[in-house]
C-alpha cells in the first residue's frame, strides 16, 4: 500500500528543500507530549528547597498555569540536620501545590456513621457478636466505646477498667462514668498484686520496664477476657499516638480493630464532641499536655495541635522536611517529630520473617494408585 510522504516540503508551509521543524530531534524533545502534558512530573527528580533559600521565594502553587509550573524551580541541597527522607515514605521534594501549612477539617457525623458501620462489617466478618474494650476513662477508649455501643448495642460491649496504681482514682471514676452513660458493663480487675510478684523477682526495674511490663500485662488479662465472651479485642490508640510510638508492642499495640488508627488526636477530640463524650472527659483531654504522654526530650511548646499539623505534612502530604521548615514549622520542632518518626519506625511494621535459607531439591510427586 502506497503512504502519503506527509513531511514532503509541498506538504508544508517550510521553503522548498528545508525539512519541517518537528522532523529536529531537539526540536522534538522540546515539544514532547509527556512534558506538555504533564510538566509538574519534571520538578520530582530535583532535589529538595533548602533551608537556606529566602522566604521570599514564591512556593509553587496548584492555581499556576501550565506555562509556569514547567518553569525549573530553584533547588539546593538541604542543610545538615534537617533530612529529607523518611523510611517507608515517598516523598514530594518540591511540595507542588502547596504555599501554607495545611491541617483538613473533620466531618464529625459523616465519620461517625462510618466508623458505625465498619464496626458492623467487622462482626458480620469475623461472626463474634461481643467485642471487649480496656476503658481507662481517656478520650480514645471512650469514643471508642460510644462507637461500639451505637454499631453493636450495650448488652454486647464488655468494658474493662484495671487498676495498675494507686494514683489513677480520678481515671477510674471517669471510666465509671463514662460506663454509665452508655449503659455498658464494666469491670474492674486489680493487677497489681501479680505485677508486683512478678517484678520482684527479676531485681532491679526501671519505671519505663515496669510500664511495659503492665500494658503487656493489661492485653493478656484482656485477651483472657475476650475468650470467655467469645469476642473481639478493639483498640483506641489514635494516629498521632501511633505515629509517635506511643504504644507498647503486644501490649496498646495488640488489637484485633482499631477505630482511631487513622484520625489524628484533634480529630477525635472533634468526633468526641459529636457523640456526646461526658464533660470531665473531654476537659481532662484538653488539659492533657504531649509531655505528659511523651516526658521524653522534647520542645517545651510543642502540642497536641501543632504535632498533628507537623505530621500531617510529613505522613499524610509526604512533604521534605526542608520544604515544611520553608513553610513556616519551626526546625527544632520538626526535627524532634523526624527523630520519632525514625526510632519508633519498628513498632508500625509487622514482625520481619527470614527468607527460606533452605535449598529445595525437586523430586517427583507419585500419587498413590489403589
Known amino acids: ?53 529566602k522566604a521570599s521565594e514564591p512556593a509553587v502553587g496548584a492555581g499556576n498555569e501550565a506555562g509556569d509550573q514547567d518553569k525549573t524551580i530553584k533547588k539546593a541541597t538541604p542543610s545538615e540536620g534537617m533530612p529529607d527522607t523518611i523510611s517507608g515514605l515517598k516523598i514530594h521534594p518540591s511540595g507542588e501545590g502547596i504555599r501554607e501549612l495545611k491541617f483538613p477539617g473533620l466531618d464529625a457525623a459523616q465519620t461517625r456513621k462510618n466508623l458505625v458501620q465498619y464496626v458492623r462489617e467487622q462482626r458480620d466478618y469475623s461472626g463474634s457478636k461481643n467485642v471487649v474494650l ?14 461500639l455501643t451505637e454499631a453493636m448495642g450495650s448488652k454486647h460491649v464488655h468494658l474493662v477498667y484495671f487498676i495498675q496504681s494507686d494514683r489513677h482514682s480520678m481515671e477510674r471514676s471517669r471510666a465509671v462514668l463514662a460506663a454509665r452513660c452508655l449503659r455498658c458493663y464494666l ?20 519505671e519505663t520496664r515496669r510500664m511495659k511490663f503492665i500494658a503487656r500485662e493489661r492485653m493478656a488479662n484482656l485477651y483472657d477476657f475476650a475468650e470467655t465472651k467469645e469476642a473481639r479485642v478493639a483498640g483506641s490508640l489514635n494516629k498521632t499516638e501511633w505515629l509517635l510510638g506511643q504504644g507498647v508492642l503486644y501490649g496498646d499495640l495488640a488489637y484485633d480493630f482499631n477505630l482511631l488508627g487513622d484520625l489524628y488526636r484533634s480529630q477525635v477530640l472533634e468526633l468526641a464532641k459529636a457523640l456526646n463524650v461526658p464533660k470531665d472527659i473531654l476537659e481532662k483531654a484538653k488539659q492533657t499536655h504531649l509531655s505528659d504522654i511523651l516526658p521524653e526530650q522534647k520542645p517545651a511548646d510543642l502540642d497536641w495541635e501543632e504535632a498533628d499539623y507537623y505530621l500531617y505534612q510529613i505522613v499524610d502530604l509526604r512533604l ?12 527544632e520542632k520538626l526535627s524532634w517529630i523526624y527523630r520519632r518518626l525514625r526510632d519508633t519506625a519498628a513498632k508500625r511494621q509487622l514482625p520481619p520473617v527470614a527468607a527460606a535459607v533452605a535449598t529445595y531439591v525437586p523430586r517427583s510427586w507419585q500419587a498413590k494408585v489403589k
Open 187 to 206: 469491670e474492674i480487675r486489680d493487677i497489681r498484686q501479680p505485677v508486683d510478684k512478678a517484678l520482684a523477682e527479676r531485681g532491679e526495674v526501671s
Open 1 to 53: 500500500m502506497h503512504k502519503e510522504n506527509l513531511n514532503t516540503p509541498e506538504a508544508s508551509n517550510n521553503p522548498a528543500g528545508e525539512a519541517p521543524q518537528t522532523n529536529r530531534p531537539e526540536e522534538r524533545k522540546k515539544r514532547s507530549r509527556y512534558v506538555r502534558r504533564y510538566p509538574s512530573r519534571r520538578a520530582k527528580s530535583q532535589p529538595a528547597v533548602s533551608l537556606e533559600e
Open 134 to 147: 480496656r476503658l481507662d476513662g481517656e478520650l480514645n477508649s471512650s469514643v471508642v466505646a460510644g462507637l
Open 320 to 331: 521534605a522536611l526542608s520544604y515544611v521548615h520553608t513553610l513556616g514549622a519551626e526546625g
